[in-house]
C-alpha cells in the first residue's frame, strides 16, 4: 500500500533573502568552463554530493533516463579527447574567413585538463514503451536529462567546482570508447575539475563571438510576437 500523497505534503514558502541570492548568484556566475582547470582530484563525497544533485532533476513520467559515467582514466579521456579531436577539425572547417580564425582561437583543452570527466546519457527505453508525458513529444527524455546536467552545474558552481559541457564529436565515437550501448543517447562529456579564477562574463561574449540577447525581446505578451508591456518589465 502506498502513502496517500496529501499525507507527505509540506509547508512551501520563498527562501530567506540570503538563500535565495545564494540560488541567483550560482546562476549568474555559473560558466561553460573550457581551459582554467586546475589538477587537483576532487573528493569523492563531492563527486556524490553533484551526482545526487544531478539525479535530483524532474524527469518526464519520473522514467530517470539518465546515466552518468564517472571517468578518471588518463588514456580513456585521451581517446574521447581525440573522437572530440576529429570532430572540431570538422566543426572548424563548417565557419569560414575571421569566424573560423576566432574559433581556432578557442582553448578547447578541457578534456585533458580537468581531471574528472562525467559522460551524462539518456536511456530512451527505461519507463517502457509508453511514457506519461512523453505521449505526444518523444524528446521529452532528453530534456529531462539536460535537466540533470543544469542540476549538476549549478551544484558544482557552489562547491566551487567548474564544469565544461563538450559536445563537439560523434556519438558512434563516445559510444565505442565507453561502451554505451547503441539505443542510447549521449546527452555530452562534461569536464569537471576545481577552479579558482572564472571569467565574469560568458567566454564567448567576451571574445566577440556572440552577444547575450536582451531579455525583453525574448519574452511575448500572450501570443507570438506580442511585446511584453513596459510597466510589467
Known amino acids: 500500500m502506498h502513502d496517500e500523497p496529501n499525507d507527505h505534503l509540506v509547508r512551501a514558502g520563498a527562501f530567506s533573502v540570503e538563500e535565495r541570492e545564494a540560488v541567483y548568484r550560482a546562476i549568474r ?25 544531478a539525479h535530483s532533476a524532474p524527469s518526464v513520467g519520473f522514467m530517470q533516463p539518465w546515466n552518468f559515467l564517472v571517468v578518471r582514466d588518463v588514456a580513456r579521456r585521451e581517446a574521447v579527447w581525440r573522437a572530440f579531436a576529429k570532430a572540431n577539425e570538422e566543426a572548424a572547417g563548417m565557419f569560414a574567413g575571421e569566424q573560423r580564425d576566432s574559433y581556432l582561437r578557442l582553448k578547447l583543452e578541457g578534456i585533458r585538463k580537468a581531471p574528472l570527466g562525467i559522460c551524462v546519457t539518456c536511456d530512451p527505453t527505461r519507463g517502457g ?5 512523453r505521449t505526444h513529444n518523444p524528446r521529452m527524455d532528453s530534456y529531462s ?17 567548474g564544469v ?19 539505443h542510447v543517447e549521449v546527452i555530452g562529456w562534461f569536464c569537471l575539475g576545481y577552479v ?22 525574448l519574452v511575448f505578451d500572450e501570443v507570438w510576437g506580442n511585446p511584453r508591456p513596459t510597466e510589467a518589465r
Open 29 to 53: 556566475t555559473r560558466r561553460d568552463v573550457r581551459d582554467q582547470f586546475l589538477p587537483d582530484p576532487l573528493p569523492e563525497e563531492l563527486i556524490t554530493r553533484l551526482l545526487k544533485a
Open 129 to 133: 514503451p509508453v511514457v506519461l508525458g
Open 145 to 161: 536529462t539536460v535537466c540533470a546536467v543544469q542540476n549538476l552545474w549549478l551544484a558544482a558552481r557552489a562547491e566551487g567546482v
Open 164 to 182: 565544461g559541457w563538450v559536445s563537439i564529436f560523434h556519438q558512434a565515437d563516445l559510444r565505442a570508447v565507453l561502451g554505451i550501448p547503441g
Open 196 to 217: 579558482d579564477r572564472l571569467y565574469d562574463q560568458p567566454e564567448l561574449a567576451l571574445k566577440g563571438w556572440r552577444q547575450r540577447l536582451p531579455v525583453e525581446e
